[in-house]
Nanobody
Framework: QVQLVESGGGLVQAGGSLRLSCAAS????????MGWFRQAPGKEREFVAA????????IYEDSVKGRFTISRDNAKNTVYLQMKSLKPEETAVYYC???????????????WGQGTQVTVSS
């Protein structure tokens, strides 16, 4: 059974930092793209960042460029999202996604985690 389990969410003040982790089990994703999405209450799920299997190609949503960094450790079957200078409007549930195609849309990914809540207070 494939599972993606996110961790690292929590409450942080505006301008603060968090590091999210997503540990995969049930199969290896070392040859698969992985990504992060987020969904705020009442809004659609939106793309945040994605990384190719070898870490050599990364893409970001424009508003997080320069503040968020996606990385991966294939030996641990884990992907990370380092978030800095967080803003209140980035409060959302953050989801990890894996496999499928490398891209910015949710339908391109086959597996999803249950999400981790990130709350940024003003």
């Amino acid at each position: 059974q494939v599972q993606l389990v996110e961790s690292g969410g929590g409450l942080v003040q505006a301008g603060g930092s968090l590091r999210l982790s997503c540990a995969a089990s049930g199969r290896t994703f070392s040859r698969s793209p992985m990504g992060w999405f987020r969904q705020a209450p009442g809004k659609e799920r939106e793309f945040v960042a994605a990384i190719k299997w070898n870490g050599g190609n990364k893409i970001y949503e424009d508003s997080v460029k320069g503040r968020f960094t996606i990385s991966r450790d294939n030996a641990k079957n884990t992907v990370y999202l380092q978030m800095k200078s967080l803003k209140p409007e980035e409060t959302a549930v953050y989801y990890c996604a894996a496999a499928g195609r490398f891209g910015r849309t949710a339908y391109e990914y086959d597996y999803w985690g249950q999400g981790t809540q990130v709350t940024v207070s003003s």
